[in-house]
């Protein structure tokens, strides 16, 4: 069922990562050809995926990556530290107006000077990678867009907490004199890395979206929502 938007936001999409049920994007507000504030556009179910049905444009093609659109939203929704979200409309059709520039990118580059909301905590395979819940809770932002100054995309299979393994790709990069170690979601990152065998690629050019995500047993998790490239954007 439609439901009426209230406003319009036009975004420039830094992230359309995959997420269980669906996808998780994330971008700038664009306008005037500059990049503004973080958006995280949510759907209304529990976990706040946005299905691949409701990302379509007119013609039948769905937002990409660096996708500058307008899309139609009902209300802000802050969820905890992801104080970005904003609720879509449903049934309703995104308008691509362009695509963002390589310059338009570095520009859109955040600046950090600390660390990534918070070090020092670390999953198993991870390194830098958790924020406890008391820690988040207190958090302003869920979303950063950075210039790392070394960064490996690393492939291999880990051990899942189940039981069992998973052929994962991880972003072992440093900022700022730090290292850390982050899963990545974007799937056509994946899909170019899994066709290959397990190993270890540098990437010597990129600017990389970081997300924060929701709190799960008692931790959120930083992940690479988007590995950005200058091919990528041409």
């Known amino acids: 069922m439609a439901s009426e938007p209230k406003y319009q936001k036009s975004i420039l999409c830094l992230a359309n990562s995959r997420r269980p049920g669906g996808y998780c994007l994330a971008g700038k507000e664009f306008t005037a050809g500059k990049a503004g504030a973080w958006i995280r556009p949510i759907s209304n179910r529990a976990s706040h995926e ?48 362009s695509r963002a520039t390589w310059p338009q990118i570095i520009a859109a580059t955040d600046k950090v000077s600390g660390p990534l909301w918070h070090d020092g905590e670390h999953s198993y395979h991870g390194h830098n990678d958790k924020v406890p819940a008391e820690i988040a809770k207190t958090l302003k932002g869920s979303l950063v867009l950075v210039v790392p100054a070394k960064l490996n995309l690393v492939v291999a299979s880990e051990s899942k907490f189940g039981g069992g393994e998973e052929r994962r790709v991880r972003a072992d990069l440093h900022l700022n004199g730090v290292r850390y170690n982050f899963v990545v979601t974007d799937p056509v990152v994946e899909a170019k890395y899994f066709a290959g065998k397990d190993g270890v690629y540098p990437v010597k050019d990129s600017r990389i979206c970081l997300s924060l995500a929701e709190v799960i047993n008692g931790n959120a998790i930083k992940l690479v929502a988007a590995v950005i490239t200058p091919d990528r954007a041409s």
Do not use: C
Request: no cysteine; hydrophobic share 40%.
């Open 50 to 97: 946005i299905s691949a049905l409701e990302q379509r444009y007119e013609d039948g093609n769905s937002l990409a990556l660096l996708d500058i659109a307008l899309i139609p939203m009902i209300e802000p929704r802050a969820v905890e530290h992801q104080t970005e979200n904003h609720l879509i409309a449903t049934g309703r059709f995104w308008t691509k107006t």
